[in-house]
C-alpha cells in the first residue's frame, strides 16, 4: 500500500513539473538541437503547450523561431522566421538528449531572407564564365552582368537577365535571356539553364519553399510545413 501510494505521489509530482516547466524543458531542447545551425538564442524560441503535461504525450501547440544572420554552406541567410501549429515529437529521445527532432506539424509557415549583397557575391562565383560579375536587381528581375571571352579569344561584355524561382524545395535562378556584345555585334539566346541556388530539403522541419519575391533590396522565400 505504501509503495502503491509513493508511486502514485511520484507520478502526481512528475505531472505537476511537467505541467508547470513543460513549455521552457521543450523551448531548451528546441534552442540546443538548433544552435549551432542558425542563429538563434533563447529568447527568440518559444514554445506553446497548454495544458504543460502535452509534452510528455509528444505534442505542442505551437512553436516560433527567429534566427538572425547565419550561414549555410557558402549562402549566409539575413534572417530566418518560422511558426508551427499542432506539432509532435518523440519526448523520451528528444527530452533525454536535451535536443529535440520534430516530427510533424500539421500548419507551419517560414520566411528566409537573404540580402542583396550576399546574393551578388554567391551569383557572381557560380558564374565562372563572366569575369568582373556585377549583379544588379531591377523590379523583380536580376541582372549579371560582366566580361566574357567569344570563342575563348576575343573579349565581349555579357548581360545575363533571369528572375529568381521555386522549384519543388529548390532556389534557383533562372535566366530568360543572354545577351552577348562583341565585335560591333549583339547576340542572344533563351537556351540557358539554371542555377541552383539553395535546397531547402535539408533545412530543418521540413520545408517546402512556395514564394520568392524582392523586397526591399532582400530576396524573400516563403515556404509551408509538409
Known amino acids: 500500500m505504501?509503495?502503491?501510494?509513493?508511486?502514485?505521489g511520484l507520478v502526481a509530482a512528475l505531472l505537476f513539473a511537467a505541467n508547470l516547466y513543460g513549455p521552457q524543458v521543450a523551448e531548451n531542447a528546441l534552442y540546443r538541437s538548433l544552435d549551432g545551425r542558425m542563429n538563434v538564442s533563447c529568447e527568440n524560441v518559444r514554445v506553446m503547450a497548454e495544458p504543460g503535461m502535452e509534452i510528455l504525450a509528444g505534442r505542442l501547440d505551437s512553436v516560433y523561431i527567429h534566427s538572425d544572420a547565419f550561414t549555410v554552406g557558402k549562402l549566409r541567410f539575413e534572417s530566418f522566421d518560422c511558426s508551427l501549429e499542432n506539432l509532435s515529437f518523440n519526448p523520451f529521445s528528444s527530452l533525454f538528449h536535451s535536443k529535440m527532432t520534430l516530427a510533424s506539424a500539421q500548419r507551419g509557415q517560414v520566411r528566409a531572407a537573404i540580402s542583396a549583397g550576399d546574393l551578388r557575391r554567391y551569383l557572381a562565383e557560380r558564374t565562372d564564365k563572366i569575369a568582373n560579375a556585377?549583379?544588379?536587381f531591377e523590379g523583380d528581375e536580376v541582372h549579371v552582368r560582366g566580361d566574357a571571352k567569344l570563342g575563348g579569344l576575343l573579349s565581349a561584355t555579357a548581360d545575363v537577365a533571369g528572375k529568381f524561382?521555386?522549384?519543388?524545395?529548390?532556389?534557383?535562378?533562372?535566366?530568360?535571356?543572354?545577351?552577348i556584345e562583341g565585335l560591333g555585334r549583339t547576340?542572344?539566346?533563351?537556351?540557358?539553364g539554371s542555377i541552383d541556388i539553395y535546397d531547402f530539403d535539408s533545412f530543418p522541419f521540413g520545408i517546402t519553399p512556395d514564394k520568392v519575391t524582392i523586397e526591399n533590396d532582400l530576396l524573400v522565400i516563403y515556404g509551408q510545413v509538409r
Open 2 to 8: 505504501k509503495k502503491l501510494c509513493l508511486l502514485a
Open 134 to 136: 556585377d549583379v544588379t
Open 165 to 179: 524561382v521555386i522549384e519543388g524545395t529548390h532556389l534557383k535562378f533562372a535566366p530568360s535571356q543572354v545577351y
Open 187 to 192: 547576340y542572344g539566346t533563351d537556351k540557358v
